[in-house]
């Protein structure tokens, strides 16, 4: 329901106004972020102003969201796509999906983003959905370090599907409102040294009280799109379509 | 002799002494010849007299001419005379040409008098033209006008120069206007085609609506069948454990509980099941009832070509180790019972609601489907919004919007199909969340002329 009102307004406006993004997102922590520069590459930028541009923006770009059972990967996506919180925990059945449709520096961008079960009999499934992705969100629990080592184990199932360094990794801490800001420190010092390990952007989000959701999936769109962008230039020929997604979910 | 005749011929005032002389010579000669004829007393009488005028004309002649000098004077009178002559001669000479001259004067005067005339005409006529220009003619003036017509020509020249420069333009706003025109054409013909498109794809959306009822009959039908079916082999279960019981023999005849228990299944386990395996699939009823819907019925097709896939199944449960390879392709849904505290997982039993059901790769079409269904469902909701967005404008403030869509596409050249095309059908084709079928070539196209 909600998200037919949602659809409505994006489409009086080609894009829902809280979607526009017309500064570049800045990162959590410098300590471990995939880019250090806080404004759109000079080629994009340029580019953008131009018509062609919105060939290459139309290009939906894949998230993957994977970490253990109960991290909040599902609550993490629903805050930001329906801007609601359910305290009850429902696992996954294999994967799940949402589309969110974005305005970057006034180009139309959408990413495709893939909510997949954590529960260990899942795997078989959701594993068939890691296939072009262009964006991997390994996901933990603030609250459970075991979650945090078990990172390391998703990147690298999720990564084996794709090709290596095509993707943008991101590491999320969830339910940062459960930890005192000293715990909370404790564990994203140790977060951080894994996500440098993993060349990986690390977060610290709180799906229930909304804390830094936004903002982390602005900068996911912003980096996607500026990658999506830089090789459309480069490649030269419009990119319409990623080959490898067409099959998957006849494969999947 | 002559002499005398000669005298006799003079003037007489010419005549000298000498000349009476001679002329009384020539009478005496006469009167000599007279008296030889008629004798002397003939003349007698008339000589004396004659001698007498002689003698009186001897005086006259003498007292006429006294002296020389009264003959140098005669001659200087007849010199003077004759100057005097001369004189007038040049006189009337000068007179006449006096006369000739004032002739000429005269004509020329008169042609001059004339030009007079006609200048005066003139001056009146430019003095009214100039009273008429209302400007006096001033010396000034007339110098300005000769620097007037300098500038003049300046100005000329400019002008001209302007003139061809504004051909020029004129003719490149020409060539101009021609390709706005060939732009505005192509255009239309862009937007017919997408009409006719759009008209295409609403045509094929009605068909596969009509389809998916039908197969959604079809299904129901099925799932009618599937139920008898089941029941069928509920039943079927239920004498062939009566029948091993019977085998087995008396000794474990004090157990009679577990044979109906397959039985049970059939129907209140389901609808057990929908609440708890199912629960946590979303509070999406339609979902919900889909996936059940799918999974019950998958349940028994796949086995279809042996009829006892089911029972295999359940067979399988009972004999647990024995069917290792097929674990494999039957790796079974749990469902809630993982989380269920209540939900141990033991043995696999017949009498949990919350056993596995499905296999693998039902699970992955119901994924599959479920993807696909949620894909269109979000283009449908795109493509109302659309529309309901459209009406709005509508009615806000462009009334005439259908009866000139041409001039509307030109001022918003984001048309709204193009717009869903672009946020809404192409990024899911991209995704391979809609089949790519040859209904969107049409589309892709179109994302090329953009």
Same mark, same amino acid.
């Given at each position: 329901m909600q998200q037919m009102e949602n659809g409505k307004l994006q489409f009086s406006t080609p894009v #829902? $106004?809280? $979607?526009?993004? #017309?500064k570049f997102p800045k990162w959590y922590t410098p300590q471990a972020c995939l880019q250090m520069k806080d404004h759109w590459h000079g080629r994009v930028r340029s580019a953008c102003k131009d018509r062609a541009a919105w060939n290459a923006g139309m290009k939906m770009s894949k998230v993957v969201v994977v970490g253990d059972l109960y991290v909040g990967k599902t609550c993490l996506i629903n805050r930001f796509c329906k801007d609601m919180f359910d305290r009850d925990y429902k696992a996954t059945i294999g994967v799940d999906f949402e589309i969110e449709r974005f305005e970057l520096s006034g180009v139309p961008y959408t990413l495709q983003i893939w909510d997949t079960a954590g529960q260990e009999k899942f795997k078989c499934i959701a594993s068939t959905y890691y296939r072009g992705a262009q964006v991997i969100i390994t996901v933990f629990d603030l609250a459970d370090i075991r979650t945090l080592e078990h990172t390391r184990q998703w990147l690298e199932e999720a990564l084996r599907e794709n090709d290596p360094g095509s993707c943008f990794v991101f590491l999320i801490g969830t339910k940062r409102d459960l930890l005192s800001s000293a715990e909370c420190q404790r564990t994203e010092r140790d977060a951080i040294k894994i996500a440098a390990e993993m060349q990986a952007e690390f977060w610290s989000v709180s799906s229930k009280t909304g804390e830094n959701v936004r903002e982390f999936f602005f900068r996911v769109a912003a980096l996607a799109f500026e990658e999506s962008m830089l090789r459309a230039l480069e490649g030269g020929a419009p990119l319409t379509s990623e080959p490898e997604t067409s099959s998957e979910l006849t494969a999947a | 002799m002559e002499d005398f005749g000669s005298a006799l011929e003079k003037n007489a005032a010419e005549l000298t002494v000498m000349d009476v002389y001679d002329i009384a010579a020539v009478v005496g000669q006469e009167f000599e010849r007279i008296i030889d004829q008629y004798g002397c007393e003939a003349l007698a009488r008339l000589m004396p007299k004659v001698v007498r005028v002689l003698e009186i004309v001897e005086v006259l002649v003498s007292r006429n001419n006294i002296s020389p000098e009264t003959e140098e004077l005669r001659l200087e009178l007849d010199r003077l005379r004759l100057e005097r002559m001369d004189r007038l001669e040049k006189e009337k000479k000068h007179q006449k040409e006096l006369e000739l001259v004032e002739d000429v004067w005269r004509g020329e005067a008169q042609d001059l008098l004339s030009q007079i005339a006609q200048l005066q005409a003139e001056n009146k006529n430019l003095l009214t033209n100039l009273s008429l220009n209302d400007c006096p003619v001033t010396e000034e003036e007339l110098q300005r006008q000769e620097g007037v017509s300098e500038r003049e020509r300046q100005v000329m020249k400019k002008l001209k120069e302007v003139v061809d420069k504004q051909r020029d333009e004129i003719r490149a706003k020409d060539r101009e206007l021609t390709l706005r025109n060939d732009d505005v054409e192509a255009l239309q013909q862009q937007q017919n085609r997408l009409m006719k498109i759009n008209h295409d794809l609403r045509h094929k959306m009605a068909v596969v609506e009509a389809q998916g009822k039908a197969l959604i009959q079809q299904k129901v039908e099925l799932e009618a069948v599937a139920q008898a079916r089941e029941q069928e082999l509920g039943q079927l279960h239920q004498e062939v454990t009566r029948l091993r019981d019977r085998l087995r023999g008396e000794p474990a005849h004090n157990e009679e509980e577990p044979a109906p228990a397959p039985p049970q299944l059939s129907h209140a386990e389901t609808s057990d099941a929908q609440s708890s395996v199912w629960a946590e699939c979303g509070n999406d009823p339609e979902f919900l009832a889909e996936c059940f819907e799918v999974g019950e019925s998958l349940s028994l097709f796949p086995g279809l070509e042996d009829g006892e896939h089911a029972e295999k199944g359940e067979d399988y449960c009972d004999e647990d180790g024995d069917e290792e390879e097929e674990e494999e392709e039957a790796v079974l849904l749990w469902g809630a019972c993982e989380e269920d505290p209540a939900g141990e997982r033991g043995a696999l039993d017949l009498k949990d609601p919350n056993r596995p059901r499905f296999t693998l790769q039902e699970l992955r079409d119901v994924l599959h489907e479920r993807n696909e269904l949620k894909a269109k469902v979000f283009m449908l909701q795109e493509e109302i919004a659309y529309y309901k967005s459209e009406e709005q404008e509508e009615e806000m403030g462009t009334p005439p919007s259908m009866p000139s869509p041409v001039p509307r596409s030109n001022i918003q050249p984001e048309s709204g199909i193009k717009r869903l095309i672009f946020t809404a059908i192409m990024p899911m084709v991209a995704a391979g969340l809609i089949a790519d079928d040859p209904t969107l070539q049409p589309i892709r196209r179109l994302v090329s002329f953009v």
């Open positions: #829902s $106004r809280d $979607r526009v993004i #017309s | -």
